[in-house]
């Protein structure tokens, strides 16, 4: 037999389990990242890219619908959604919730920039910050990258990174299992959604009816069972450190003046979090400087925001009531520390 012929069946050979796995990465989508959707809430146990999908709901929306409202922010900008927050805004267009997990400034940053760039009018804005928000930023994460055409970076790597990420073994062990079995395990936890969501398909807000039926059933149990996600507090005041850099204060003055030609009626919003520690005062300070103390509010520390567990859905999250009490404050009073 030909040596040729016996070398090209076994590099086929060789290759046949890469080129089944690339087949099936490619026409079941698991990421929703290769082909275009109307709605990205089909198979809610994969976990997604946000900063990707909202990214592309934009940009298909705005083909047909007129934006000029934008909440911008990490997960934790879920929680002040545009149902509740048209209430407080003067406009006859719709509202867009930009958000992404894990967001950083330069996320938020190259959103701001976007619009503004696209011919998009920002005519009101939320900004919600946290001390994660100014920590470092790495575009190398599959599920956390930013969408190639708004934070411009390769859309060749953005899809390999992602197809990477779904060869992991473990992934797919996990997501094998549960579709054979329709049974979540505790191990899939690391890879797969337990807790059914879905988002607004005009207006990208957040629903989480998974989370609120387990609340209804059993809302003791909910904390019971989640006590690793609410650390110890201490009673007395704790200070962030400063993580505000030379960057980071140029990206927000960059921010600002876009605001400014636009004259964006907007809102910065540090958010609250169960652990109670203070924003830091330095960077605080700055952000009063950048933005104008009008429109600064910091709802960290130790005060009425932050002292209940049942306003939480873990460190972080808090329920949308609480959204909508910082809303209130920040459209009603001048204060910037709010106690």
């Known amino acids: 037999m030909d040596k040729r012929f016996i070398l090209l069946a076994r590099i086929i050979l060789f290759s046949l389990p890469f080129i089944i796995l690339t087949a099936i990465y490619v026409i079941t989508d698991p990421y929703m990242v290769i082909f275009s959707y109307s709605d990205y809430n089909k198979n809610y146990f994969i976990n997604k890219n946000r900063d990707y999908v909202s990214s592309e709901m934009f940009m298909r929306n705005s083909k047909k619908y007129t934006y000029d409202s934008f909440v911008f922010g990490s997960s934790t900008s879920l929680f002040t959604p545009p149902s509740l927050w048209r209430n407080y805004i003067e406009t006859e267009n719709n509202v867009f919730s930009f958000d992404a997990s894990r967001e950083r400034l330069a996320g938020i940053w190259s959103k701001v920039k976007y619009l503004d760039e696209s011919g998009v009018h920002i005519k009101n804005a939320i900004v919600n910050l946290e001390n994660k928000t100014f920590t470092e930023f790495v575009n190398n994460i599959p599920l956390y990258m930013k969408h190639y055409e708004v934070y411009p970076s390769s859309k060749l790597y953005f899809q390999y990174a992602s197809f990477l990420n ?174």
Not at 233 to 261: A, G, Q, Y
Not at 302 to 317: A, L, V
């Open 166 to 339: 779904f060869c992991d073994l473990r992934f797919l062990r996990a997501l094998t299992q549960y579709k054979i079995s329709k049974e979540f395990l505790p191990y899939m936890d690391e890879f797969l959604v337990f807790e059914s969501y879905s988002y607004d398909t005009l207006t990208n807000e957040f629903y989480n009816p998974g989370i609120m039926d387990e609340f209804e059933r059993d809302s003791v149990n909910y904390y019971e069972t989640r006590k690793d996600k609410f650390p110890q507090r201490t009673s007395s005041n704790v200070e962030e450190m400063s993580k505000f850099t030379p960057d980071h204060i140029k990206m927000l003055k960059e921010i600002n003046e876009i605001f400014v030609r636009h004259k964006t009626d907007f809102r910065i919003i540090i958010c609250p979090t169960y652990n109670q520690r203070e924003f830091n005062h330095n960077d605080l300070s700055t952000l009063k400087s950048v933005f104008g103390e009008g429109s600064v509010f910091d709802f960290t520390g130790i005060n009425r925001f932050t002292e209940e567990k049942s306003m939480y859905y873990d460190e972080f999250h808090f329920k949308k009531y609480l959204g909508k009490e910082l809303l209130d404050s920040v459209y009603t009073c001048s204060q910037q520390k709010v106690n």
